[in-house]
């Protein structure tokens, strides 16, 4: 019974038309305060988890998911034929990589030639703006370039440049630099930053240019890139740990960690807002328990004990909160689903691109709402409302009645 009056009064002091206005309106702003902090943690993280996830798509694009040193391919196959994973299908092909520097005709740029063996074309997720792939690994001393890499050198399908390796040749004119020239067979793209420094080409091209007759490993492109861990702990284990497996979340870990990190720290600073906003609400009720001083006595007087009184206000706080959550998670979760929609209008509305492609490699803002975050939002701001919530409340407990009712300061 004492915990549905409570729960009346709770009610009353939120919504009730006696309160002055001042005092509705810091209620009001503290709800409305706590709704924008609520809506854009769920939008900003929102579209970090897209940037991440999009990022992590295309890097998969080209990006070995399971990479084997070792110079036995055909060992390497064996041992993944026998393991035959339960719907996962793994593409083997044996690589050699060098760093290089490709020279077009008035400048050059550093470069990773990576020469693959089997059916790139066919495993790879690469996108072939021109030009033919198949035919660069089928065709000896062709090569495909990164969009962005022959745009650098200013070289396209049928130019020829020169490929200049980290090493010597004893010529007549003493020890020169050894190089070849490549005939641009293809552009491809990824749409990340390994379009600045790719270049494949076949394993025999590879072997030639770097004198190494046997190849550097073996690379696994999976199906399923998220069971790459799996696959390697297999791997290893049925070998007896005579072969190691790198896997691409290891290869990459700086960089997905940068990006968790990044998310963490944006989710902090925008966390900032929610603390304040909910400790906003200490002003609301502080100024509600000093309004409503001869209200609370008299409810004292009538047996309302001061653990009742403090459950009020803590209360009448939640509530004050709760709106504002509710009305933040209605918000950002309608913003994160529509954004796209959003941004298309404003750039036609504009008359510009907010993110031109030739500039970003992801022309849009992509969004992924996760719902474990969502839920750490809502737990977090109701937490902090809660704690500042309490003070107040306290305050209103201590309140005399009988100092209350003779307006004297308590």
């Known amino acids: 019974m004492s915990t549905l009056l409570e729960v009346e009064l709770a009610t009353r002091l939120s919504f009730s038309r006696e309160q002055r206005a001042f005092t509705r309106g810091v209620s009001i702003f503290a709800a409305l305060g706590m709704a924008l902090g609520v809506a854009s943690l769920i939008v900003v993280l929102s579209v970090m988890n897209g940037l991440a996830g999009e990022l992590t798509g295309r890097l998969l694009n080209s990006i070995p998911h399971v990479e084997i040193k070792s110079d036995d391919p055909l060992r390497v196959q064996a041992v993944v034929s026998q393991l035959a994973p339960e719907g996962l299908s793994v593409t083997t092909m044996p690589y050699i990589r060098r760093q290089l520097m490709l020279r077009g005709e008035f400048t050059t740029a550093g470069a990773e030639l990576t020469g693959l063996g089997g059916r790139p074309q066919e495993a790879l997720g690469l996108t072939v703006i021109d030009g033919d792939l198949g035919q660069v690994m089928t065709t000896r001393y062709q090569a495909a370039l990164g969009e962005a890499l022959a745009r650098n050198l200013g070289v396209g399908i049928g130019d020829r440049i020169d490929a200049v390796l980290p090493a010597v040749a004893m010529t007549p004119f003493g020890l020169l630099p050894r190089y070849r020239h490549l005939t641009v067979g293809a552009l491809i793209s990824v749409g990340a930053s390994p379009d600045a420094s790719m270049v494949l080409t076949s394993l025999d091209t590879a072997s030639r240019l770097s004198s190494s007759p046997k190849p550097d490993g073996v690379r696994l492109q999976l199906s399923d890139a998220f069971r790459a861990d799996e696959l390697a702990r297999d791997i ?5 740990g005579q072969l190691k497996a790198v896997t691409w979340t290891e290869a990459y870990q700086s960089l997905f960690a940068a990006i968790r990190m990044e998310k963490v720290m944006v989710g902090t600073l925008l966390g900032a807002l929610i603390a304040v906003a909910a400790f906003s609400v200490v002003s609301s009720l502080t100024m509600s328990v000093a309004e409503k001083r001869s209200d609370i006595a008299s ?18 706080g939640l509530v004050l909160a709760a709106l504002g959550i509710v009305v933040g998670l209605v918000l950002g979760v309608t913003l994160t689903l529509y954004l796209e929609q959003l941004m298309r209008l404003a750039e036609s509305m504009l008359g510009w691109t907010l993110f031109d492609p030739s500039i970003y490699y992801i022309g849009g803002l992509p969004t992924e709402l996760q719902w474990r975050d969502v839920s750490f939002i809502l737990l977090g701001a109701l937490a902090l409302s809660l704690l500042a919530a309490v003070y107040p409340a306290h305050r209103a407990s201590k309140i005399s009645p009988v100092l209350a009712l003779e307006g004297l300061d308590a």
């Open 236 to 240: 290893e284990f049925r070998s007896d």
């Open 299 to 316: 409810l004292r007087v009538l047996g309302l004990t001061p653990d009742s009184i403090r459950r009020v206000f803590i209360m009448h």
